[in-house]
Each structure stands twice: as structure tokens, then as C-alpha cells.
């Protein structure tokens, strides 16, 4: 009898030959999986066997950015105000649980980046949906500053925190040559949530008040998204019998000494990464990751404030409206333009655009007293973040690799959540203490500019100290150790 044949990891057995009876025939021709692992595994072997799998798990990780909405600041924005009067709170209490709650949410998310190294992006993607959705479920239920308090919490660290950053993560285990134009893309979805959500909440916030608008949305969350990541979202392109961007790495001439397994048979960019104790010892991701969290608390508290920066410079709130237009639309032509930048580049003079622009554009807005220069803020505020996260999304596997991108990540994403926490107090004191935005102005058009001048520096660290790495854990181990001889 012919071996049993295999299909994109799946054993079939033999057909039974002519004459033989089908019931002494006991091995199944149907794919031996558990059965809540024989639905998905079929789907995706079906999808892969026409294109490359990572060109579906794009979308998927649109989906999940957008998903997060519930939880940005652009998402409960709408919220605040029916919030704060059906609770009884002030603006200064409000204000004040929003930044602790994101303070408090910033902490746990390495654990998350720990998780998805751990058990792999799918589980991960699972548990943060699940989660994300209880966590708008229990804000439809707070009651007074404590509650608010926990909703706040479980929504800046579930949301922004847990489902953005494993959306942010999920493309970096597919693509390496042409990340920096998905990266560019899946970024393009939180451009176009930043369009529609609000008028979105302003809608549901009518009809079924800010508590049933919160129940509304995370049941469709959980509903929605959670049976599409259970039936599609897959780990790394070796589980299908695939490679990274969709092509078959070079083999190498000779082994590279001692490497991980497979890595010695084949040059694909999956098998190899620098632990989180090696990369907070480079230059490049305190340049890096400090950018990252520079434009999280400068943007954050601009857009905190922009209503009163305005007022400020004889601007109404129409026109804060119309800066916000400007910079969404620049904001989403320039982050698919960064990300194809990325990958054609050199990262460093790009990172330095971005910060220089951020400075650049934080000076416009100080001058901002009519709407032509107030529009021209926000494009060019736009523009220098389009520009640095399109250059900086991909920079992170390129530079650390992937065995440990997700507690890399994890800290980076700690980092911004923090700064930008810290982005509304420290405008909000500075104003209280001297009557203006405009110290705080300065201050954040200057910033950037330093760290603009020390980007140009940034170089990856060398990869050979990543090699040196104990044993793979995890999902992962089993498909590199399959390669190894």
C-alpha cells in the first residue's frame, strides 16, 4: 500500500483498493485534528493552496485596529461628556480618571507581548478580543469615579493596548521586503476609524445612550471579530507550508556556526531575534522607541486641548474641526507613503523627517492665528506621523528580528501608553500655573528637533549577538525545529 499523502501539513490516508471493505478500512481519509481545530486548519489550506496567506491576514489586521476603537481617545471622546454629567463628575475628575486609567493601562501590555511569543499571534488575538469586548461590556455598567476609573483601565489597556498591539504585531511574521507598504496600509484603517467612529458614537450615543452604546459595541465586537480570528488568524506562514512573503528563502552555503535550529539550512528572516535584555542595550531602540514615545505625548496633548489652544489664538471650534479634517487626510496619504519609503530607504534620514516635521508642525500651530496656517498645521502634523511610524513599524523586526518581537513590542507600546498619559497633565499644568499653552508649545516644537538630529545616527544592531539565543519557545519551536536536519 502507497505511503499515506500529506497536503499543506494535513495527512491523508490512502483510499481503500478495489474489493477491500471500507469498514475494515480504519484509518479516516479526514484530517486528523481535534475537532475545534479541523474547521480552521481546513479554511486556511484552502486559502493558501491559491495565494499567499499573509495577503489575507492583512485585512484581519485592519479589522482588529479598527476594532480597537471603542478604547482610542478619538472613540471615547464622544462619550465624555454624556459620561461625566449622568455620573456627576467634573471636568478636572474626568480628566484626571482618563489619564490614570491609560497610566495604569500602559503597564501590563509587555505581559501581552509575552503571551503572543508564548502561545503565538493567534491565541493572542483571541484572548484580547475576548477581553476588549468584556471591557466595554463592564463600561456600560460603571457607576461612579471608581468604576469609571476600572472601564477606563481595561479599555486604554485592552484596546490600544492589547488589540492594537497585536494587530500592529501580526504583520511582521508574514512580511519582511514589502512590510513597510502592509504596515502602510493596515495604518490606513485607523485613518479611515478616525473619520467615521465618531460620527458613528455621536449616533449611537443618541439612540441608545452612552451605556447601551458601549453593550452595543462590544457584543458586535466579540460577535463579529472572534469567529473570523478563530477560522483565519494564523501564526507564521510555516504553518501552511509557507514562507515569509510568499517565497522560498535562499539555502546557505555552508552552516553559520551555532544557530537555531533550521537557521542553518535556510535564510528565512522567522528564525532569528534579539532577546529584550540585548535590544534595551542598542542605541537604535532608545533613538526609536523614544521617538515613538515623543509623538505620543506631544500629539496627545495637542489634540486633548486643541479646543482651548484655539480659543487661545482667536480660533473657534469649527475651525479645530476642520485642522483635524486636514490632518486625518494627510495623515492617510503619508502613512502609506512612509511605509513605502521604508522598504526602498535607509530608516535613519526618514526617522529624522518625521521628527523634524513633528516639531515643525507643533511651531505652525503655535502661530496658528488664522485657519490657513491652523489647516497647515494639521497637515504637516500629519504628515511627520505618517512618515515616522511608517519607517518605524517596520524598522522593529528588521533590526531585533521576530523570535521576540512581541515583548519588544510589549515595552515599546508600555513606553508610548505611558508618555502619552503624561501629554494632557503636563500641557494642563503649564497653562494653569502660567495662563497659556504657549510654554508647552515650545517646548513640544523643540523636543522633536533633538531627537530628530540623534535618529540620523540610528543603525541596526549587529545580528551575529542574536544568534548566540537559547532554544526557541513556544508555537513557533515546532515548525523551526521541523526545518532543522
Not at 159 to 180: H, I, M
Request: charged residues 10%; aromatic residues 10%; contains cysteine.
Amino acid at each position: 500500500m502507497e505511503p499515506p499523502r500529506t497536503n499543506a501539513g494535513l495527512t491523508l490516508e490512502t483510499p481503500p483498493s478495489p474489493g477491500t471493505s471500507r469498514r475494515h478500512h480504519a484509518p479516516s481519509r479526514w484530517p486528523r485534528r481535534p475537532w475545534h481545530q479541523a474547521g480552521p486548519a481546513v479554511l486556511a489550506d484552502a486559502v493558501s493552496k491559491r495565494i499567499y496567506y499573509g495577503w489575507l491576514m492583512l485585512p484581519l489586521a485592519v479589522a482588529a485596529l479598527i476594532a480597537s476603537s471603542p478604547g482610542q481617545t478619538f472613540g471615547v471622546s464622544i462619550f465624555n461628556e454624556p459620561m461625566r454629567l449622568s455620573l456627576g463628575l467634573s471636568h478636572g475628575e474626568l480628566a484626571a480618571t482618563y489619564t490614570l486609567g491609560t497610566l495604569l493601562g500602559a503597564l501590563p501590555i509587555t505581559l501581552f507581548g509575552w503571551f503572543m511569543d508564548r502561545h503565538g499571534i493567534r491565541r493572542a488575538m483571541l484572548l484580547a478580543v475576548t477581553l476588549f469586548a468584556g471591557a466595554c461590556l463592564l463600561t456600560a455598567v460603571a457607576r461612579g469615579w471608581l468604576g469609571l476609573l476600572l472601564a477606563f483601565w481595561l479599555l486604554r489597556m485592552l484596546g490600544p493596548g492589547a488589540l492594537a498591539f497585536v494587530s500592529g504585531n501580526t504583520l511582521a511574521y508574514w512580511f519582511d521586503r514589502r512590510l513597510g507598504l502592509v504596515e502602510g496600509i493596515r495604518q490606513l484603517g485607523m485613518a479611515v476609524a478616525m473619520a467615521i467612529i465618531p460620527a458613528m458614537n455621536l449616533w449611537l450615543v443618541a439612540s441608545f445612550g452612552w451605556r447601551g452604546s458601549y453593550a452595543l459595541l462590544g457584543t458586535v465586537i466579540w460577535c463579529t471579530l472572534f469567529p473570523i480570528a478563530w477560522l483565519l488568524y494564523r501564526n507564521q506562514p510555516a504553518e501552511l507550508g509557507q514562507h515569509i512573503d510568499g517565497q522560498t528563502p535562499e539555502p546557505l552555503a555552508e552552516p553559520q556556526g551555532p544557530t537555531i535550529p533550521g537557521a542553518a539550512i535556510h535564510n528565512d528572516e522567522a528564525y532569528w531575534g534579539f532577546t529584550l535584555g540585548q535590544t534595551l542595550h542598542t542605541y537604535a531602540f532608545w533613538i526609536v522607541g523614544g521617538g515613538n514615545a515623543i509623538f505620543s505625548l506631544i500629539q496627545t496633548a495637542v489634540f486633548f486641548c486643541i479646543v482651548p489652544i484655539f480659543a487661545e489664538r482667536g480660533l473657534t471650534d469649527g475651525d479645530a474641526a476642520i485642522m483635524l479634517t486636514a490632518f486625518a487626510i494627510s495623515l492617510a496619504v503619508t502613512q502609506l507613503a512612509g511605509g513605502i519609503l521604508a522598504d526602498h530607504f535607509p530608516a535613519p534620514p526618514l526617522l529624522g523627517l518625521g521628527l523634524a516635521g513633528l516639531g515643525a508642525g507643533v511651531g505652525l500651530l503655535y502661530a496658528s492665528h488664522s485657519l490657513a496656517v491652523a489647516v497647515w498645521a494639521g497637515v504637516v502634523l500629519g504628515a511627520s506621523q505618517g512618515i515616522f511610524f511608517g519607517t518605524s513599524q517596520p524598522l522593529w523586526p528588521r533590526y531585533f528580528g521576530r523570535r521576540h518581537l512581541g515583548k519588544i513590542r510589549g515595552f515599546l507600546m508600555t513606553l508610548a501608553v505611558g508618555s502619552s498619559s503624561l501629554g494632557p497633565l503636563l500641557a494642563g499644568v503649564t497653562r494653569d500655573a502660567l495662563g497659556n499653552f504657549d510654554f508647552a508649545l515650545v517646548v513640544f516644537a523643540l523636543a522633536p528637533l533633538v531627537m530628530a538630529a540623534m535618529a540620523l545616527a540610528v543603525a541596526p544592531p549587529p545580528r551575529e549577538a542574536a544568534e548566540k539565543l537559547p532554544q526557541l519557545e513556544g508555537p513557533h519551536a515546532a515548525t523551526v525545529a521541523a526545518s532543522a536536519p
